[in-house]
């Protein structure tokens, strides 16, 4: 079997079971509830540019601690200093063409507690998450998902020092979406699934950049860039190092996938399959200095329909092959 057609089967069957597994939550949790699922209050977020915590700014006339919070009304809703906490998050939940935003700043943390929560950016209007500051942070208490651009743009800043621990996290999901992590200790990560341009209309960006972190664990889970026909996803590294213990694949099953890694100071290390187009289109700039280093095979348009080309330039740039290449 082609190493392209193998990564394809693995990720058919990585899907099955979170597919499954999510049956199962859905299934525990009913069960839990007496055999329904109760559904909590929702708070919708009434005022402009403000904090979470007052009441008043919140149809419900005070701070939501559970259920879902829905932030709309073209606001800026800001976590400072202070812990807050919600089953599930929308950040741009009304169907408008405004833009809303929501801050987490000055130490402030933002903890989802449910038993699978998620937090959505641009869910169905633009909108933009920012993460500042040494002890800013947002974090799942169990299991859960954030998802960038789902049907309407979505953005998600990381910088000087803030941080996001999230299970899943899928940028792109069917619309513009982008991750920025910047800054020295800023970082993001992520233990379960990782989409960058996940269904068709999904375009997803991660730029890592200026000595920021992207953590990956769990090596038997993929790394997808451009997952779908439809898709696109771009990874653009500049000034800063990644290390990805899982295999990654650009351009599944029709998609599209790309990995730019541009400067002196910019490397990524793969200890796993690299696999350039796997039925689909993928791309690899390495320029400026840059380096790739790959421990396992690097695959370049090893399956049928596939296309990819892997583009060294510039003094110093390098690619470095520790097991061997297939083309």
Known sequence: ???????????????????ARAGCWAAILAALAGGSVVQAQTANWIAGDSSWFIGTNWDTGSVPTS???????????????NGASAGIVRVGAPITWEN?????????????IDFFSTLSVGRNSPAELTVTGVGSQVHFNVNGELLIGTSASGSVTVADGGAINSPDLNVGVGDYGSLTIT??????????????????????????????TLILTDPNVLLEIGSVEGSTGAFNLSGAEFHCVRATVLGVDGGAGSVNITGPSSSWTNDNFFIVGNAGHGGVSV????????TEILSIADDEGSSGEVTISGLDSTLSLSASHQI
């Open 67 to 81: 259920g879902t919070v829905e932030i709309g009304n073209a606001g800026t809703v800001h976590i400072s200093g």
């Open 100 to 112: 809303h935003r929501l801050i987490v700043e000055n130490a402030g943390v933002l903890t989802l």
């Open 287 to 294: 320029s400026g200095g840059g380096a790739l280093s790959v």
């Open 1 to 19: 079997m082609h190493v392209a057609a193998f990564v394809r089967a693995i990720c058919s069957k990585v899907r099955f079971f979170r597919f």
């Open 183 to 212: 800054g020295e200790d800023s970082y993001v990560s992520a233990y379960d699934e990782v989409f960058i341009g996940k269904y068709a209309g999904g375009a997803g960006v991660v730029n890592l950049e200026d000595s920021g």
